[in-house]
C-alpha cells in the first residue's frame, strides 16, 4: 500500500502554464504544491498578455478560436472573483490599413472568411487624426483585449500562499526520485509532477530532448502627451496597447538567436521605428523588458506524459497565445490525468515520442 503523499500533484513552475493549471486542480478539488524560483527569470512576468483572435496578413483565425475564447473570458473573470482584482481587459485593437490594396483585400476576406461578428471596416476617424495614422480607416476587432499577466501571477502567488501550497525555491532535479507509484522530492512524496518551466525546460534532463524553438522578445512601456487617450491596441507592424493612466505598452521583437533575458538598443530602435508607422505623437519611453518565449517548431503547446515515466507531465510551449491557450489547455490537461479524457492530438507530447532515446 502507498504510503501518505503530500499531493496529488507537484508543479514546478508558477508562470502562466503553471498557474492556470494550479487553479483548475484547486476547482476540481485535487491537492496541489507548486515550487516556483522567483529568481529565475521568466516570459510571463514581463508578457504584455494581448489576445487577438484574428491574425495575419490574410486575417487568418486563431487556432483553436471557438474553442478557447469564450472559455477564456469565464476562466479568468471567475479567477477575477477568488484574487479578488481586475485582471482582464476587453479592448478593442485597430489595424489601420497600409494602402488601398491591403483595404480592398481585407474588406473581402471579412465576407469571405465569414467574420462580420469578429471584424468591423472602421472609415477615418476624426478623433484619430491627431494621434494615429489611418487616411484610409482601417479594421476593429472585437473579442480581443490584455490580461495583466504579472498582477495575475503575483495574486496567484498571494492566495496560493494563503493556502501554504506554493514554496519559493529553486528545484533540484538530482533531489528527485521517480518510483512506479509516486515521486519522491526532498524526502516527500508526490502522486505526479509536473514541469511548467517555460524556456527553462533546456536545463530539465527529462525533457530536454524536445524540439523547442524559442524566441526572444522585448517590449517598451510608455507614456504620451496628456492630451492623448488611445483607448483601443493599435496594430500595424508594431502594436501599443493601452495600460491605464497615461501607460501603454509597445512592441514586440522576435530574436531566435540571442535566447536572453538581456534589453537591447536594437530592439528599442526596432519597435520605436515600427511605431511610426501609425504613431503621430512621442512616446516616453519609461521600462524595457525582455523575455524568451516557450515556443515549439510546430507552434502547437505540448502537454501529456514522460514516455517513460507516467507520473512524470509537462505542460509548456503556449508561445505567444499564452493568454489564449493557457486556461483552455490547462482544462483539457487536467481532466485527462483526472479522468482519461483525450488531449487534443494536435498538442499532445506523444507526437514528439519517435524523438526520445
Known amino acids: 500500500m502507498l504510503s501518505k503523499v503530500e499531493a496529488d500533484?507537484?508543479?514546478?513552475?508558477?508562470?502562466?502554464?503553471?498557474?492556470?493549471?494550479a487553479h483548475q486542480f484547486l476547482q476540481k478539488g485535487k491537492s496541489v504544491k507548486i515550487i516556483q524560483n522567483q529568481d529565475l527569470p521568466s516570459s510571463s512576468k514581463v508578457a504584455g498578455g494581448m489576445f487577438n483572435p484574428v491574425t495575419g496578413k490574410r486575417?487568418?483565425?486563431?487556432?483553436?478560436?471557438e474553442e478557447t475564447y469564450d472559455y477564456l473570458h469565464t476562466f479568468y473573470q471567475d479567477l477575477e472573483i477568488s484574487l479578488n482584482?481586475?485582471?482582464?481587459?476587453?479592448?478593442?485593437?485597430?489595424?489601420?490599413?497600409k494602402n488601398e490594396n491591403q483595404k480592398n483585400q481585407f474588406i473581402k476576406a471579412i465576407v469571405s472568411k465569414d467574420l462580420e461578428s469578429i471584424l468591423q471596416d472602421i472609415p477615418v476617424s476624426e478623433s484619430k487624426t491627431r494621434t494615429i495614422k489611418a487616411p484610409l480607416g482601417g479594421i476593429l476587432t472585437s473579442k480581443s483585449g490584455r490580461l495583466d499577466v504579472p498582477l495575475f501571477l503575483e495574486k496567484s502567488a498571494e492566495y496560493f500562499n494563503k493556502k501554504q501550497i506554493i514554496h519559493f525555491e529553486n528545484f533540484d532535479h538530482t533531489e528527485l526520485s521517480i518510483k512506479k507509484e509516486?515521486?519522491?522530492y526532498k524526502s516527500v512524496k508526490y502522486k505526479n509532477i509536473i514541469f511548467c518551466e517555460g524556456y527553462h525546460v533546456k536545463d530539465n534532463p527529462l525533457f530536454n530532448w524536445l524540439p523547442f524553438n524559442p524566441v526572444k522578445g522585448e517590449t517598451l512601456d510608455v507614456t504620451l502627451t496628456h492630451e492623448v487617450n488611445?483607448?483601443?491596441?493599435?496594430n500595424q507592424g508594431a502594436w501599443?496597447?493601452?495600460l491605464g493612466d497615461n501607460k501603454y505598452k509597445m512592441g514586440s521583437t522576435y530574436d531566435w538567436d540571442n535566447l536572453n533575458?538581456?534589453?537591447?538598443?536594437?530592439a528599442k530602435d526596432e519597435i520605436l521605428e515600427k511605431s511610426k508607422n501609425f504613431l503621430i505623437p512621442e512616446p516616453t519611453i519609461i521600462a524595457q523588458s525582455a523575455g524568451v518565449r516557450p515556443a515549439v517548431e510546430d507552434r502547437r503547446?505540448?502537454?501529456?506524459?514522460?514516455?517513460?515515466?507516467?507520473?512524470i507531465i509537462i505542460f509548456n510551449g503556449l508561445g505567444t497565445k499564452g493568454v489564449s491557450l493557457a486556461p483552455y489547455f490547462s482544462k483539457q490537461l487536467a481532466e485527462y490525468l483526472i479522468n482519461g479524457k483525450e488531449i487534443n492530438p494536435e498538442s499532445t507530447i506523444d507526437r514528439f515520442y519517435p524523438l526520445y532515446s
Not at 508543479?11 to 492556470?20: F, K, M, R
Open 9 to 21: 500533484y507537484l508543479i514546478i513552475g508558477q508562470g502562466l502554464a503553471g498557474t492556470c493549471l
Open 85 to 97: 482584482t481586475k485582471i482582464l481587459h476587453k479592448i478593442p485593437l485597430f489595424r489601420p490599413y
Open 59 to 65: 486575417l487568418a483565425r486563431t487556432w483553436l478560436l
Open 261 to 266: 533575458f538581456e534589453i537591447t538598443e536594437k
Open 182 to 184: 509516486y515521486i519522491e
Open 301 to 311: 503547446p505540448i502537454l501529456g506524459k514522460h514516455p517513460k515515466h507516467s507520473n
Open 230 to 234: 488611445i483607448t483601443e491596441i493599435i
Open 240 to 242: 501599443l496597447m493601452p
